[in-house]
């Protein structure tokens, strides 16, 4: 069964001792560059809104840098050549259509978010969900999809921030793991989601900036994507097919998942309620599918030329596909260049654990509250309160076996998927979705992304060759979704209230 899978961590021995001191230097300028944003955040954040929704005031450039370092975070220096090398270019399927619906999202969801935004006083995409369908029992089901995925998501996270932070620095796993932590903790809790977006705006430069630079190199090394492609065709004439090393079905698969589950991702949905401008959107589509076509540059070029390298023989075999990235790196660029990429991957973890803590934080403190009928008096202490208390949940959690961090990540991605993509992208431009609809949608994401990650996790049941629970789970979500509100949908037009109708269809 071909499983989406959080990208892979450094491994300490790609790091050869005369590099480090370099790696090292960099890594420690980065740091100070974040402490530095989460200084400056900390001292405009005053207010809820302030630390769950930057003010609203963020702009439009850094909206796009922000979404492409949440999007696509370490996967792009780190686990996307890897999976590129072992795969072929079948593994395109798991990034290209985050280039279409990203763009996708802007046209059926961020416009309608940041106008809900601007007529309630929304904090959450539950909030919106429990607008959407008048119903408190909406709101808190979604709340805790949310909660339980971040949780998953952000064990994973975090475990490899430990492994990276000691590949850098060589503290250490797991003292990797709670000074990583710790770092994060320092800007996500006197900053909130506005050190996190800034930080993001320096991390989505870097990304796309390394990229370009690395791909240059690629095509020196490779003489061209003429000479690279080739070479791997004298050798390894499938890996260059459309569906790579896969099957068609496991290409298919991924492609859904990978298409659709995007526009389920809370940590990046939840940016839209920032944008200072709406009216800028328009622009979002064009910035954001050019810069994510520059990131993914990394992944495709480094992939493509150790590959060829190795076929004819000028690399030796990777024993360790986790080292594909860091060989071509320190073998073929200059240090500086690689110290950046390497510091780079430490700050995107960084970054969307920020992410992701803040939407948990949120759930905590707002969503399940409202969902029961009661509100906390002082959403901005016990907010960094959460916040706090989950990033050391999930730092716990990664001290675990790494099969079970790995599962905890999975279950994530497909509980986001099945459990928002129905009720959010759906139900805010489907006027015949229904209350009943959304929670039956809701019940069956969590049920079957649960059910199926847990008995493949402990062997009981193996999936046909390609086939993934998350794709299932997302299918079945949606089925539940659409069944439903076409049997309930008599009663849609009570659902909306007027203000809410009118931003659903401007």
Do not use: C
């Amino acid at each position: 069964m071909i499983r989406p899978i959080p990208p892979p961590p450094l491994q300490g021995a790609a790091i050869p001792d005369d590099a480090r001191p370099t790696i090292v230097v960099v890594g420690v300028i980065y740091l100070v560059v974040v402490a530095a944003i989460a200084v400056w955040a900390g001292r405009r954040t005053h207010t809820r809104e302030d630390f769950f929704l930057a003010g609203k005031a963020v702009g439009l450039l850094a909206l796009t840098f922000a979404a492409l370092a949440s999007t696509f975070s370490s996967f792009t220096f780190l686990g996307g050549p890897s999976f590129l090398y072992l795969s072929g270019l079948g593994a395109m399927m798991f990034v290209l259509p985050a280039t279409l619906t990203n763009a996708l999202s802007a046209w059926v969801l961020a416009k309608r978010l940041r106008l809900i935004a601007e007529i309630r006083p929304v904090l959450t995409l539950p909030d919106v969900m429990g607008l959407r369908y008048g119903s408190r029992l909406v709101q808190g089901l979604s709340a805790v999809a949310i909660l339980l995925g971040v949780i998953g998501y952000m064990a994973t996270q975090v475990a490899g921030l430990g492994v990276i932070m000691d590949a850098v620095f060589g503290m250490g796993r797991d003292w990797g793991i709670w000074i990583g932590t710790a770092v994060v903790l320092a800007y996500a809790v006197t900053g909130g989601i506005k050190a996190g977006i800034y930080t993001d705006l320096a991390q989505g430069i870097l990304m796309a900036g390394a990229s370009l630079l690395v791909f240059l190199f690629v095509l020196e090394v490779g003489d061209g994507l003429t000479g690279l492609s080739r070479t791997i065709l004298e050798y390894e004439p499938e890996f260059l097919s459309p569906w790579g090393l896969y099957t068609p079905l496991a290409a298919v698969s991924l492609y859904f998942v990978f298409s659709i589950g995007v526009l389920g991702q809370p940590h990046v949905m939840h940016k839209f309620f920032m944008i200072r401008e709406p009216r800028r959107l328009k622009w979002y589509p064009l910035l954001i599918t050019v810069a994510m076509v520059v990131v993914i540059l990394i992944m495709f070029g480094i992939g493509m030329a150790v590959k060829a390298m190795v076929l004819d023989g000028r690399m030796p075999p990777v024993e360790n596909p986790d080292d594909v990235a860091p060989l071509f790196l320190l073998q073929h660029t200059p240090l500086i260049l690689a110290a950046v990429v390497f510091s780079g991957i430490a700050a995107a973890i960084m970054s969307s654990v920020d992410s992701f803590v803040n939407v948990g934080a949120a759930a905590v403190t707002h969503d399940l509250p409202t969902a029961l009928g009661r509100r906390v008096p002082d959403e901005l202490r016990w907010g960094r309160l959460a916040t706090v208390f989950l990033a050391v949940a999930a730092a716990l959690t990664a001290q675990l076996s790494d099969a079970l961090v790995i599962f905890l990540g999975i279950f994530g991605y497909g509980l986001f998927a099945s459990a928002l993509v129905p009720t959010l992208a759906l139900g805010l431009n489907w006027e015949g979705a229904t209350r009943a609809g959304a929670v039956g949608s809701l019940l069956t994401g969590l049920a079957v992304t649960l059910g199926l990650e847990l008995l493949a996790y402990l062997g009981w049941i193996s999936l046909p060759a390609g086939v993934t629970a998350s794709a299932l789970s997302l299918v079945a979500s949606l089925a539940v979704f659409l069944g439903v509100s076409a049997v309930t949908r008599g009663g849609t037009a009570n659902e909306l209230e007027e203000d809410v109708q009118l931003a659903l269809t401007l």
